[in-house]
């Protein structure tokens, strides 16, 4: 397509939805993200000037349809309802430079990866716009039964969002991240200077293999 005769778009990132049975694909070009139907080739939203500057990568919650997270440029991470698009739902801004990769836990969306060219990589717990807002984050591995809390010591509290961790294991810019198929727990980071670090939710078991 093209924003104007002649001038074709330069897309930055392209992501297709897991919802709506795989027929909504949102694209980045600029600072603009656009969401499309692919049955009908039309467009369904345009968030204009999403980030100050080049939106980098787009990811969908993959448990909640209308949840879109982008970064970009600007050094943020924006989480959006796509059902009205005027304001994100929530801005982090935990990065000093440009965001380049996004990504939601395939089954706990509340725990999302971010990673930087300040050679940084985040995770943080997006509780309060999850699947699960009343809920917690538990590793049956590590939680015997003389562990579990009994009700009445449970918080009453709703969680708030936070950065679990931060990982500078890399030192170059961080241009990929990305979870495990297999291990919900699990992930990766991939920088620049051809390093691969591997590393394991909640527990700190880290893995680094130089390429």
């Not at 924003?3 to 795989?22: A, I, K, L, N, Y």
């Amino acid at each position: 397509g093209a924003g104007q005769p002649g001038t074709p778009w330069q897309f930055t990132s392209g992501r297709w939805s897991p919802h709506h049975t795989c027929t909504q694909v949102a694209t980045a070009n600029d600072t603009t993200i656009r969401g499309w139907d692919t049955r009908s080739m039309s467009q369904i939203y345009c968030i204009e000037n999403a980030h100050g500057q080049l939106v980098r990568d787009l990811d969908f919650n993959p448990n909640k349809q209308y949840y879109l997270a982008s970064c970009g440029d600007d050094c943020k991470v924006k989480f959006w309802d796509t059902r009205n698009v005027t304001e994100p739902v929530k801005t982090l801004e935990e990065h000093s430079h440009w965001v380049w990769s996004v990504r939601y836990n395939h089954s706990h969306d509340q725990l999302v990866l971010t990673g930087s060219s300040d050679s940084r990589v985040i995770l943080s717990n997006m509780v309060s716009i999850s699947s699960e807002p009343f809920g917690h984050l538990v590793d049956d591995d590590d939680l015997s039964d003389q562990e579990e809390r009994r009700p009445e010591e449970k918080s009453q509290e709703p969680p708030q969002d936070s950065v679990i961790a931060t990982y500078e294991e890399h030192e170059d810019s961080v241009y990929a991240v990305d979870w495990s198929s297999a291990d919900p727990w699990l992930f990766a980071s991939l920088s620049y200077d051809g390093r691969l670090v591997i590393n394991r939710v909640p527990r700190a078991l880290k893995y680094h293999i130089l390429l």
